[in-house]
């Protein structure tokens, strides 16, 4: 009797098997959205380590007149969604040929005495040229999901791949001398350096979107704090768009920050903010 029990409850027991291994049904849902950003450059950078016999340039840059410096910018942000998880990538990539400059020190490294900056006097005409990319990619859940407002909370990594050239000139060179071996370095009054590095940040935020009434206006948000080793970095985002049946054109304004610590890195910090103008395409 057992067995004709088990037997009997076999089709109702394979078509519970059946209805757990469906797949899901709920579709993906993807945007792209090409933008322009244009953003202005504040910061500072350095070119160690000092080489023997000279010194290394630190220099301050400061873009005023954005567009006078952006050479060449690319920029897209794209988003892939199921359910309530996400997964989604942003591309910057910007080219400022020439941007205002000055040397503000120069450092000399005297082997066990160690380093010391000194300054770099008046400045006649220092240019740096800047390029690179930033790489955002995150994965996330959606913890809020109401018709008027969402929130969704993010997680994953950041990368700031830059290259700089300086070509300074100043009023006078540089000429220093350790009191203890009587080693003489020199920094030359025209010069030019040349660097790159890549930096990688770990990162948590969140963004989201809120209606404005009952209108096809909305608020747009995002915030993300991160970092390594070494390096803090943070980004925060707020604008205005409007939504369409196929997609949103949103304007905001992006503020973007790193700083590092530690000898002989490119960037010890530097800030990228302006407004931002997207057309997101959704499908």
């Known amino acids: ?20 291994a469906q797949p899901d049904e ?14 202005s450059v504040d910061g500072k950078i350095s070119y160690g380590p000092p080489p023997p016999g000279g010194g290394s340039a630190n220099v301050n840059i400061d873009t005023a007149t954005i567009l006078d410096n952006l050479d060449f910018a690319f920029m897209i942000n794209g988003e892939a969604r199921k359910g309530r998880w996400l997964i989604g990538t942003d591309v910057i ?19 066990p005495r160690g380093r010391i900056d000194v300054g770099a006097g008046l400045d006649t005409g220092t240019q740096s040229k800047l390029k690179g990319w930033l790489w955002t990619t995150v994965g996330g859940y959606a913890a809020v999901q109401d018709p008027r ?13 830059l290259d700089a050239t300086t070509n300074w000139q100043l009023a006078a060179g540089l000429t220093v001398t350790d009191p203890f071996s009587g080693r003489t370095a020199v920094f030359p009054r025209q010069g030019s350096a040349q660097k790159s590095d890549s930096v990688w940040a770990g990162i ?20 993300d704090v991160g970092g390594w080793s070494n390096l803090l970095t943070w ?37 990228f903010g302006g407004f931002a103008l997207g057309v997101n395409f959704r499908f």
């Open 1 to 20: 009797m057992k067995r004709w029990a088990i037997f009997a409850a076999m089709p109702a027991l394979l078509a519970s098997f059946g209805t757990v």
């Open 26 to 39: 709920t579709p993906w849902k993807f945007s792209v959205m090409p933008y322009l950003w244009l953003p």
């Open 93 to 111: 990539y910007l080219n400022f040929g020439h941007v205002d400059s000055s040397v503000r020190s120069a450092t000399f490294d005297f082997g």
């Open 149 to 161: 407002w969402n929130l969704d909370v993010l997680g994953g990594f950041r990368l700031l791949s």
């Open 204 to 223: 948590v935020g969140a963004k989201g979107r809120a209606k404005l009434g009952g209108s096809d206006w909305f608020v747009n948000y995002y915030a």
């Open 235 to 271: 980004q925060g985002v707020l604008g205005v768009g409007y939504a369409y049946k196929w997609g949103d054109v949103i304007l905001d304004y992006r503020y973007l920050y790193y700083n590092q610590s530690g000898q002989d890195k490119l960037v010890d910090w530097v800030s």
